[in-house]
């Protein structure tokens, strides 16, 4: 009685479980020896210790015992994990096969409901034929399944994976309506549940293979199924070809005499039958269906009448079975049974829609006192024009369409007949395109739209959450000001203007971006009081928009779907499913309260939408206040208006980044962006309040720009200067600035009145870098001091890199900010205090995260400043007359000849090379040197001159020693001294140590 559909026999093994660990025996023999041993070794020593032999026996048998135990119990640890992993395997794999069977059972079965969905043209109507045709799927519950499971059962996961496997669950339950279907409960309910049978069948079976032959009163809606057939005896011939008749009655309604149902004298007569009781139920009945509650019910079975079972059943109301009786309707007609002709245009000018309507007709705006409104004309219907009001059947619309219907003309017409109907200052569209901007391009010039919102990224989704959330509190605290409760009081409508919020592909929008389906939910529910109107479009709004959205937005329009469960989810009925494809823009809306109705909607040529944007343009007043902002630019000049306006607001409000009278030495950085405050505002680096600044870019990115941005703005009572380049330079200033920052008029002037300038270090990771280790931590301890020195010591540094140096981590608590440009990887930029999800590495040169805010970099197209100072040359080392000179060189042979060649008059002499004779004191006793004389040049390694040690010591004293090449050990094993001398920079540069003990850079003449 329950012919399931057939499957192919799968099979899954159940794996055995592990046997249980085996207990080791007592290792005798390892507890003798030792004892044994033991003994031997007392009777030949007589030593007393060597009975100690005798404890290992014991202790070595425990071990081995509890090391064998600890093994026994790891394998049966592991296996049986392997054998948990199997059974989850095993679990899993019957979960996969019971999800193919029962999706092949609901194919050969379909549900009511996926049913419903089918259009005209569903290319699986009317296909079944054979011996089984005559089946439906009475609910879905549990049934066989043809899944079969082996092995053994030796524990109680195996017994439950089997038992498991034997039962397919919320599969459907089929049988043959010529056995009769009986159907117990409410006639309302049982109704509901005979729909679903009745359409099973006319969804399987064709006109000419199936005939409806009695129906009941109250079933009314079936006699438009193609299906339908007068009232013939049983045996009758008028069936035609009819291979199965089927009669509906229910308990108390006239049936005829006609014969029993399923009796051998007419076994293609089938009958479902709706009763209130079992005894009122026509005898033989092959399945009783008794109805529980709402989509529950006990099914009895016939070939197993003492075991029923709890199953779910689908419920059809009259007006789904209605729609879909018109499908097949349609459907019959396409085959040739008949046709209606349709009693709307197929296509149908906007522009002569907007003739007929007043351009920008005052409504609810302009302190009217009339009843706000925001209609517009979008098309026809067979009664008359289409008047859309999102005020009075709103406050929000959503717009369903397959690709094709016409869903994006629908938007178009919809924009442009509000625009032609309502002036700026009573209503704003923001238009989102995710189609790539080609629907409401044409539309950006029109004085109504505050924005148009292509393709969005990661940043610019953000951005747009921000902007609408801050329109959202902008309008409450404008409210709030007022005393009104909705934009409909009347004071309201003079500061507010409505803005509509229109977006084609909402689906895509929101699947890219989820947190803007949680935005439009709050826009949905809070926008009616506050003037926000939302109009969606979406291939699918049954799936893409949330219930909670989709509540609030009681206008509906439908053009054609591809199924019939999308049109319900928009209109209610599946009418949208019908729609013929040859006609975009061929509708069904649905508002608040009516019928559905359907509507061709009007379309606009290219002219038309100039015009409109022309015609509007020339009779807007001031420009409309913009809750969207356009982006940064990717480029900021100083002569950029934007740039102007920024400053401008803020000199005149004093209030940018808290900008006030005494902050004379504020430096321009750029503009901000604050989608949340909905303005852009100038970036300033106020050096008394934000402190040093760490600037982090990669190469490109736009360090330059800044530097040269903020040098520009130098001026005597706003100094900045860069650090020199070069090792020498850039080591001499900053040890100058250490020395400067400790200066006593520094500390007597009071807090906020010191002299201040800015001091930019270029390339700090690159600069040291290129310093030697002792060079590089001395360099970084100078700037250490001259950081804690804060403000109270006159400067404020800002240090660029490409990366924070690691030398600088104890004194990052030292830098008062940050901003960041786009770095070379999101670890850089993690690195340097921002947040992963704010790494953009397509960000354009210039584009900077500081405090929080995205910031673009003015640009100097000058490059003022952009070139640093290079400082002048180091001391020449003298090589006059009368002078000695002590030269510790690292290759002293090359260093002779380019002295002979560069200095001929000079004596020089190559320690442990040259025999030693100085004018008139050949022991170097007591050298005197007279200005008449030659200079005297001895010359040497270190070991050469560590080997002269007496002669080094008589001299250094008296005479200038020359290092050449050498280093800093070996410049310190020969001075005995552990200062640190300045670092050199390039080819020619030596170290100097004056007689006095001066150490100091030079260079060969």
């Avoid at 189609?435 to 990661?458: E, I, N, Q, S, Y």
């Avoid at 803005?499 to 949680?518: N, S």
Wanted: proline share 8%; with cysteine; aromatic share 2%.
């Amino acid at each position: 009685m329950s012919p399931d559909p057939a499957d192919p026999e799968r099979t899954v093994v159940v794996p055995s479980p592990p046997a249980e660990p085996q207990r080791s025996p007592v290792p005798v023999l390892a507890v003798l020896a030792p004892v044994v041993m033991a003994v031997v070794l007392w009777l030949v020593t007589r030593s007393p210790y060597s009975l100690l032999f005798a404890a290992l026996g014991p202790v070595l048998a425990v071990a081995q015992l509890a090391d064998g135990r600890r093994h026994t119990r790891r394998v049966h640890r592991a296996a049986t994990a392997e054998y948990e992993r199997e059974l989850e395997r095993v679990g899993h794999e019957i979960e996969r096969r019971h999800e193919e069977e029962l999706l092949d059972r609901r194919a050969a079965l379909p549900p009511v409901s996926l049913l419903l969905e089918g259009g005209v043209a569903d290319p699986t109507r009317w296909r079944r034929a054979g011996p089984g045709a005559d089946v439906v799927a009475l609910a879905r519950g549990e049934v066989a399944s043809a899944l079969r499971v082996s092995g053994e059962e030796r524990s109680e996961e195996a017994i439950a994976l089997r038992a498991r496997a034997r039962v397919l669950r919320d599969a459907p339950i089929a049988a043959h309506v010529r056995e009769t279907i009986g159907v117990l409960g409410p006639r309302v309910l049982a109704r509901a549940v005979a729909r679903g049978y009745l359409l099973q069948l006319t969804h399987a079976l064709a006109p000419g293979q199936f005939a409806i032959t009695a129906l009941p009163p109250g079933w009314e809606w079936a006699e438009r199924l193609p299906h339908r057939r007068d009232a013939v005896d049983r045996g009758s011939a008028a069936l035609g070809s009819a291979a199965l008749a089927l009669r509906i009655v229910e308990a108390g309604a006239a049936v005829g005499d006609a014969a029993a149902p399923g009796s051998a004298a007419d076994p293609a007569l089938a009958t479902i039958a709706i009763a209130s009781s079992a005894e009122r139920l026509p005898p033989g009945c092959g399945a009783i269906v008794e109805l529980l509650r709402a989509d529950r019910a006990r099914l009895t079975l016939a070939d197993r009448p003492g075991d029923p079972a709890e199953v779910r059943v689908e419920l059809v109301s009259e007006r789904q079975a209605r729609a879909h009786g018109g499908v097949l309707a349609e459907h019959a007609r396409a085959l040739g049974i008949g046709s209606d002709a349709g009693a709307l245009p197929r296509r149908v000018s906007l522009e002569q829609l907007l003739a007929q309507s007043p351009v920008a007709e005052p409504s609810a705006g302009n302190g009217g006192h009339e009843r706000p409104r925001l209609d517009a004309v979008v098309g026809v219907t067979a009664s008359g024009p289409l008047l859309l009001d999102l005020v009075a059947q709103g406050p929000h619309a959503v717009v369903g369409g397959t690709t094709g219907s016409g869903k994006s003309e629908l938007l178009l017409s919809w924009v442009l007949a509000l625009a032609s109907r309502h002036a700026p200052d009573e209503l704003t569209v923001l238009l989102v395109d995710f189609k790539g901007g080609a629907t409401f391009a044409p539309l950006a010039g029109l004085p109504h739209c505050v924005g148009v919102v292509t393709d969005l990224d990661g940043a610019l989704a953000e951005r747009a959450v921000s902007s609408l959330r801050a329109e959202l509190r902008y309008r409450e605290a404008v409210l709030a000001e007022l005393g009104a409760r909705s934009i409909d009081a009347p004071a309201a409508r003079t500061r507010l203007a409505r803005l509509v919020i229109v977006v084609d592909e909402y689906q895509a929008m929101t699947a890219a971006f989820p947190e803007l389906g949680e935005l439009f939910t709050d826009l949905g529910a809070r926008g009616r009081s506050l003037g926000i109107h939302l109009v969606l479009g979406t291939q699918r709004p049954g799936s893409a928009v949330r219930d909670g959205l989709l509540a609030n937005c009681e206008l509906r329009l439908s053009l054609r779907v591809n199924n019939s469960a999308d049109s319900v989810a928009v209109v209610g009925t599946d009418a949208a499913a019908r729609l013929s494809g040859s006609a975009p823009g061929r509708c069904v809306v649905r508002a608040a309260g009516a019928e559905p109705l359907e509507a061709q909607i009007a379309t606009a040529g290219d002219g038309l939408v100039a015009s409109l944007v022309s015609a509007a343009s020339a009779q807007a007043g001031a420009p409309v206040r913009r809750p969207w902002l356009d982006p940064l630019p990717t480029e900021l000049e100083w002569s950029d208006p934007r740039l102007a306006v920024a400053l401008a607001a803020a000199l005149s409000s004093g209030s940018a980044d808290g900008m006030t009278g005494d902050e004379e030495h504020a430096l321009v950085l750029g503009i901000d962006d604050r989608p949340h405050e909905q303005r852009q505002d100038v970036a300033l680096y106020r050096p008394r309040h934000d402190g040093h600044l760490m600037v982090v870019g990669a190469e490109g990115s736009g360090v330059s720009t800044l530097v040269a941005a903020l040098c520009a703005q130098s001026s005597p009572a706003r100094p900045v200067e860069r650090l020199p380049v070069g090792l020498e330079g850039a080591w001499d200033r900053i040890h100058e600035l250490a020395a400067d920052t400790g200066r006593p008029s520094h500390a007597s002037r009071p807090p906020g009145t010191e002299e201040l300038r800015v001091v930019i270090v270029d390339g700090l990771d690159a600069l040291l870098a290129a310093y030697e280790e002792e060079h590089r931590l001395a360099f970084v301890e100078t700037l250490g001091r001259c950081l804690r020195a804060g403000a109270g010591g006159g400067i404020r540094f800002v240090l660029t890199a490409r990366t924070i140096p690691s030398e600088l981590g104890r004194l990052r608590s030292l830098l008062g900010s940050t901003l960041l440009l786009r770095t070379a990887s999101r670890e850089d930029h993690v690195a340097a205090g921002g947040e992963p999800r704010g790494h953009d590495p397509a960000a354009p040169p210039g584009r900077a995260r500081w405090h929080g805010r995205e910031v673009q970099i003015v640009r100097d197209p000058e490059g003022a400043g952009a070139r640093p100072e290079r400082r002048g040359d180091p001391h020449r080392v003298a090589v006059e007359p009368g002078r000695i000179l002590l030269v510790v060189a690292a290759a002293p042979t090359r260093l002779a000849d380019e002295l002979r060649t560069c200095h001929p008059q000079a004596h020089l002499v190559r320690i442990g090379v040259d025999e030693i004779d100085l004018p008139g004191s050949p022991q170097l006793a007591e050298p005197a040197a007279d200005a008449g004389e030659p200079p005297l040049v001895l010359i040497a390694d270190p070991e050469g001159w560590q080997a002269q040690w007496p002669l080094l010591s008589r001299m250094k004293g008296r005479a200038t020693m020359v290092f050449d090449g050498c280093s800093l050990a070996e410049v310190r094993s020969i001075t005995r001294k552990r200062e640190l001398p300045p670092p050199l920079d390039g080819e020619g540069r030596v170290w100097l140590l004056e007689p006095e003990g001066r150490m100091r850079r030079g260079r060969w003449a």
